[in-house]
């Protein structure tokens, strides 16, 4: 089990496909994020949580649900993507459903994945994307340790504007 005192973090069941659908179709995400995404209908998200394989070297993603431990409800997903098991390194995402939001779960996420990605996957960074103007998670990142690697121009395209891109990485170990 990866968990602390506060939080839980799981693989995707078949309870979590509405909170799923609901996160990977927020408007919202489309606008701060580095990597533009079409809608999911609720039978992908079906067909995703029922072949959900955790094996992260293999499928090149890790994707969990975050829970309160206190009172069992799902707060919101954290992912890793781009699990590179030669380099050692895997993107990190995370999103909170908006009744969770600036209560403190991102980052204690983002820290119980670190602390699984470096002592139980071996892996040597994770690496985030968080558009410029996305000030929650540039907070985020800078808070859980991560430290600016690069600024990408015109990297993300929303409406009829492109936006910049800050890099974060957190390296492990030496």
């Known amino acids: 089990m990866i968990a602390n005192e506060r939080i839980e973090l799981r693989a995707p ?11 990977e179709n ?41 829970v309160d431990r206190p009172s069992g409800r799902t707060v919101g997903i954290i992912d890793l993507t781009q699990v590179d098991g030669r380099a050692r390194r895997a993107a990190v995402g995370i999103y909170i459903f908006e009744n969770f939001r600036r209560q403190g779960y991102a980052a204690a996420a983002v820290e119980l994945m670190c602390a699984y990605a470096a002592d139980t996957l071996d892996l040597h960074q994770l690496w985030a994307m968080v558009a410029v103007d996305n000030r929650p998670s ?24 492109y936006r910049d891109v800050l890099v974060f990485q957190r390296l492990f170990g030496g």
Do not use: T
């Not at 919202?28 to 029922?50: F, I, M």
């Not at 540039?138 to 504007?161: E, I, M, P």
């Open 13 to 23: 069941e078949r309870d979590d496909v509405e909170a799923i659908f609901m996160a």
């Open 26 to 66: 927020d408007r919202d995400k489309y606008e701060s994020s580095p990597s533009p995404q079409a809608p999911v209908s609720h039978l992908q998200v079906w067909e995703y949580v029922n072949s959900y394989a955790a094996d992260p070297f293999g499928q090149g993603e890790l994707r969990l649900m975050i």
């Open 138 to 161: 540039v907070a985020l990142f800078d808070k859980c340790a991560f430290k600016s690697a690069g600024r990408l121009r015109s990297w993300v395209h929303s409406g009829r504007q």
